[in-house]
């Protein structure tokens, strides 16, 4: 009895860690610029990379303060809360986004944005009434010119 009760809270442990998020992830981006991303919650921890403003990342878990992300590149470490807004911004993450005028990929070229390019999220993915198609999500560049672009293509959603 007691190994089968063992092995069923292994079994429970197991697919708690391996479970998939039923929630989409939760982005913010930096509020300064400079914004430092440290190894520890503190500002007396090892400074890891500054970031310029408006630079998306992923929430990973936030305590007392600070916020554990993810950036573009996978790099993870801690930012403190007031460096962080809740505007919206997406990044390129491919060598060339094409954004195009209509969600699809026949519809008239509205420009191309360079990997790392960042883009104002102008409506969101999934939002009732959105005019994106699925896969695509409209964009606007800090120019002023608005498009759609592959969510293949971003990071920041």
């Known amino acids: 009895m007691i190994r089968r009760t063992a092995a069923i809270a292994i079994a429970a442990v197991g697919a708690a860690v391996l479970a998939v998020p039923l929630h989409a992830a939760d982005f913010r981006t930096t509020a300064d610029a400079p914004t ?73 070229l509205s420009f191309r944005a360079a990997e790392s390019v960042l883009l104002e999220l102008a409506e969101p993915a999934s939002s009732p009434g959105t005019t994106a198609s699925p896969g695509w999500v409209k964009v606007k560049h800090r120019d002023g010119v608005a498009g759609y672009v592959r969510v293949s293509q971003v990071f920041g959603l």
């Open 36 to 108: 430092v991303l440290y190894d520890a919650p503190s500002t007396k921890a090892r400074p890891q990379f500054v970031f310029g403003r408006d630079v998306p990342l992923e929430v990973l878990v936030s305590v007392e303060g600070w916020t554990k992300v993810r950036d573009v590149s996978g790099t993870i470490g801690w930012i403190a809360n007031r460096s962080l807004a809740e505007r919206r911004v997406l990044q390129v993450r491919v060598a060339s986004a094409d954004v195009r005028a209509n969600p699809e990929d026949a519809a008239p």
